[in-house]
């Protein structure tokens, strides 16, 4: 079976434009960005969706949090806001089956989604 793309960003084997990371997360730009910021922060550990989590998990992604703070803003995002969006299933467009927490801003985003 072929690597997992993000997996593949994680680990260094696929390039990608890394703003962050520690033992346990990754951040790097979106190749196709919606926004003058959009950002995606991954666990290092292959989670392929929200539907995937396991016990434990929760840790990580209230960790996600707190890295989309920081992330948000290094990239002053504070003040006028961001939002941070997880895809998950085809109803939803999830492209890339390694969870991701997507963190855009830098424009008004409109509200409801397409
Ligand atoms: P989603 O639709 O929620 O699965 O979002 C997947 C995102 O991943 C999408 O916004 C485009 C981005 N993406 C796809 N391939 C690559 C890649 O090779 N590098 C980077 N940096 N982003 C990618």
């Known amino acids: ?6 997996c593949g960003i994680a680990s260094g084997a696929i390039p990608g434009d890394i703003v962050y990371r520690d033992e346990s ?8 960005p919606k926004a003058p910021v959009h ?21 990580t992604l209230g960790h996600a949090m707190e890295v989309a703070r920081q992330l948000a803003t290094e990239n002053g995002l504070s003040e006028s806001g961001f939002r941070l969006v997880v895809n998950c299933g085809p109803d ?23």
């Open 1 to 6: 079976m072929a690597e997992c793309l993000f």
């Open 25 to 32: 997360l990754l951040a790097f730009r979106d190749i196709d």
């Open 39 to 59: 950002l995606l922060i991954i666990p290092r550990k292959h989670i392929a969706s929200v539907m995937e989590l396991g016990t434990g998990d929760g840790a």
């Open 92 to 114: 939803a467009a999830q492209s890339v089956d390694h969870i991701h927490l997507h963190l855009l801003g830098g424009r008004a985003l409109g509200w409801p989604p397409g």
